[in-house]
């Protein structure tokens, strides 16, 4: 080996010069060829690259609808209408883009699920969940002051209620509105500031995003199973295996994407936003887009002003402390027969906010938010803290080999040669 | 605590105190202090650059000719970037709105206390829950339960003084500063 050099086993005389340098090949390789990854993994474990994809859609069709959009009240509307109009293909880049931010919500709607569902969040994997956490709400808030740019109806109002949600905090509340809005009301230094921050968060999410992979190739993926591999034969590479079955998931997101695109480009989307931003006047009825709509259920169901926006925030809070919350040693709830139908009726309860935060605070929907909100609160705080002690999970399978091959993957060979995955 | 960067055994350097561990949480307590002194000065512009800056806050009045009014009818004009409601009241408004005992009220008021002529209220058109702009303005529009203003947002109803009587907005409709320039001219701000 030359003294100060990368001792690269590529072959091509390029790849091995910039490698031997600076080995990111060699990093590739490691991370995403050869790494070894649970064999059983099921189509759930899609969607985090799925949500990659989703981020580098977001942040290409970004950048240039740039290009065409003017931050200014008075332009702004217009500058989308002339996107869709006038700029070659920019009715494609924007309806990639609005519908785009539907495509990445289900999806990391389902990365969660994934999470909460197998236990993704125990130990050691806790850093992982709550940095993913922390990519959520960075993503709610680009996706907000992403849909006030076009400066429509929801746009504007959605920007008024959002913001003075902070005017519920005692003494410091209408401070923090005059700052955040730069004025009296939502105005232009608004929307300049929102679109100055909508180009930013996504590539903070993109650094976010690096953390949450780098701790994942720390502790190695969680499975279906939830238990740990011990040894090679309960781990593949994961090229080809893995490359492969995302892309089977990559081109099912993308016919979903193209029938959204091409067929339904605004049925996620609201008419009133067709209606330039009029400041004197209120629409009857205003709704956020479809993935804040749980949160503003909750944030509804609560009477008072305070209370409710606590509760939201809460809401989502309380993913933090998910790993801490549940106690119980086994990771997935296919060996947890009380918690699984706990955690359905909690996944059909978040269904049912969804569909009660798009309906007017009449009955019986402001009673059905409610107990829905009380559920979802319970299911955190009472439920999985009650079930971690007392419920008697089923017999764990010996190994990941064992309970997914046919005939048990032969004799089990134990961590001491778990080493690195031969290059497949 | 025994000094731990000296040498056991060995002076202090001629012309300097005997490093203590006092003197230590000292220096580190006065650099940490330092620093943080630093990023507090060096954020404090970024922070505040976002605050409302002078143009904006140079838009900040705006007169009004209420001469046009008539009895019972209402107009809304723009101030620094939001709606505020006038409203010619008639008698009956006026005697309804004095005649509520306020310990019926969610933020109690005197009507007295948030009018400068009986006839006009003049209010913020702005939701005190989270900024929608109630209805009630034109003829045509709900008026809400007290016969003032109903916000379609989340249900919140207000009186004719602009009281909040119902509802999740916990405050009333607030009274921007205005002055009566003459008997049918105000200027607010
Ligand atoms: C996390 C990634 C992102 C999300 C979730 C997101 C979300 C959104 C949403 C929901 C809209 C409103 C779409 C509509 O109804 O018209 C929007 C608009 C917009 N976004 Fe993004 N966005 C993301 C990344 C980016 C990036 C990286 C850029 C720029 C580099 C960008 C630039 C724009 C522009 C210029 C508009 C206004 C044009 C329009 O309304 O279509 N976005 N974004
Ligand atoms: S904004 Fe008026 S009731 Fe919520």
Redesign the pocket.
Known sequence: MSIGLHNSEFKNPVIRWVDSRLPLFTMMQKEYGTFPTPRNFNYFWNFGALAIVSLMIMILTGVFLSMNYTAHTGYAFDSVERIMRDVNYGWLLRYVHANGASMFFIVVYIHIWRGMYYGSYKAPRELLWMLGVVIFLLMMATAFMGYVLPWGQMSFWGAT?ITNLFSAFPLVGGHIVTWLWGGFSVDNPTLNRFFSLHYLLPFVIAGVVFLHIAALHVTGSNNPLGIDPKGPQDTIPFHPYYTSKDSVGLMVYFIVFAVLVFFVPNMLGHADNYIPANPMVTPTHIVPEWYFLPYYAILRAVPDKLGGVLLMFGSIALLFVLPWLDGSPVRSMRFRPLSRIAFLLFTVNFFVLLYVGGKPAEEPFVTISRFSTAYYFAYFLVILPLLGRIERPLPLPESIARAVLPRGGGPIRMAATAKPMEKA | MADLATPPGSAPPAGTAPDTGGRRDFLTLATTAFAAVGVGAVVWPFIASMNPSADVLALASTEVDLAPVPLGQAITVMWRGKPVFIRHRTPENVAAARATPLSQLIDPATDESRVQKDEWLVVIGV?T????V?LGQKPTDQRGEYDGWF?P????HYDPSGRVRK???PLNLAVPSYTFMTDTKIRIG
């Open positions: 209620v | 939701c829950h989270l900024g929608c109630p916000c947002c989340h249900g919140s509802g999740p907005a």
